[in-house]
């Protein structure tokens, strides 16, 4: 991570412009809770201490930096402007990128405050997977957690919605990618570029 400040100098010198603001152009719901509405999800999550919301802490495959840190007004720098969306909607959704380091991702998160995910392994962008992928420990749910970043078409063709939360059983896989579909391509008419974001639970801590 690296940070920038101020130049403490001495002797008169031109103010920095100020730093340009990332446009996020999609209409973010306020709330959790009208994000859930708006994908005609249910509100009931399938663990109490695990919300919806936190199951994609979407956000969460980037690699970003502070560029103040004296600014209270967080801004980031990204190595691309799809990186710097994801962490901007997040932070719509009150899920706000804290700190990041080579071990870990600090995460305040507005219900539960601030979580502290460890960063396991990290599989970057390549032409023959045509997605990124990050490895963590949760730290609610004390399990590792892989989430996974890429193309409609290529993250649509592994999608497995069988089971979710406790073995219960999930939506028919049919229909969560007929919904998740006209969403994309909403988004496509209106000139949006769109990515899926999915994750899997690959090892529980207690095993």
């Not at 919605?161 to 406790?166: A, E, Q, S, Y």
């Not at 049919?174 to 988004?187: A, C, I, S």
């Given at each position: 991570?690296?940070t920038?400040?101020?130049d ?35 509100a ?20 970003l ?7 209270p ?32 991702v ?5 219900p539960?405050?601030t979580?502290?995910?460890?960063l ?23 399990q590792v957690?892989?989430?996974t ?11 497995d ?6 073995d ?32 899997r ?7």
């Open positions: 991570m690296s920038q400040s101020p403490s100098s001495a002797g008169r010198k031109e103010k920095p412009e100020k730093s340009r603001k990332l446009s996020v152009h999609v209409k973010f719901p306020s709330t959790p809770a009208q994000l859930s509405d708006s994908l005609e999800t249910p009931a999550s399938p663990s109490p201490q695990m919300p919806d919301i936190l199951r994609l802490p979407g956000n969460r495959p980037h690699r930096s502070y560029e103040s840190l004296n600014n007004e967080i801004c980031y720098e990204a190595e691309s402007p799809d990186e710097a969306a994801l962490v901007y909607a997040a932070r719509a959704y009150q899920c706000t990128l804290k700190a990041r380091s080579p071990e870990q600090q995460i305040d998160f507005a539960l405050g979580l502290t995910f460890q396991l392994h990290i599989l970057p962008f390549d032409s023959t997977r045509k997605r990124m992928s990050v490895v963590v420990k949760h730290p609610l749910i004390n957690v892989v989430y970043k890429g193309a409609d078409t290529t993250i649509m063709n592994l999608l919605v069988g089971l979710t939360g406790k219960k059983p999930g939506p028919p896989k049919k229909t969560v990618e007929d919904r998740t579909q006209r969403h994309l391509n909403d988004y496509a008419r209106q000139g949006l570029r769109t990515l899926c974001i999915s994750m639970v690959i090892m529980s801590q207690n095993a």
